[in-house]
């Protein structure tokens, strides 16, 4: 358990056998700088500092700053996937056909453009992999190519329906 206004994140380096994490240090007003941009990611400089009681100075240095410790990692603009031809998600589990070859799947998919996330995954499967296409023939097709490139057996679940999605994390 952390103490107050400390965080974990993890380490670059993962020492075998258990995940190292190492603690962030957030002021309070620099929490209140994150919040407010995963609201809304646009919002000025004047604005965040209207907001916090700060000069939009010691906003731009503040922010540089989280983004420097890689608190903040990027700004995104938010698609809808259904507006842009991809209505169906799906999560397949996968695992190796040879348990004992090397665990090189993540780097062997990682260039199919329909994969939107890989999560490496404790349990029968090694993987679960988030995926979206627009029609269950291009699933077919694709769950055909990972099978093929990284060698692996598979298992799909097709979503229905997302009640809510990409939360951000908690601060």
Known sequence: MSAPGWHTKPSPAVPEGAPALKLIH?????????ELLVRDGRMSYTDLGKATGLSTSAVHQRVRRLEQRGVIRGYA???DPEAVGLPLTAFISVKPFDPSAPDDIA???ADVPEIEACHSVAGDENYILKVRVATPLELEHL????RSLAG????????LSTPYEARPPRI
């Open 26 to 34: 957030m002021e309070d007003l620099d929490r209140q700088i994150v």
């Open 77 to 79: 603009a938010v698609v």
């Open 107 to 109: 780097e062997r998919l």
């Open 143 to 146: 769950l055909s190519r990972i």
């Open 152 to 159: 692996v057996s598979s298992r799909t679940t097709v979503v």
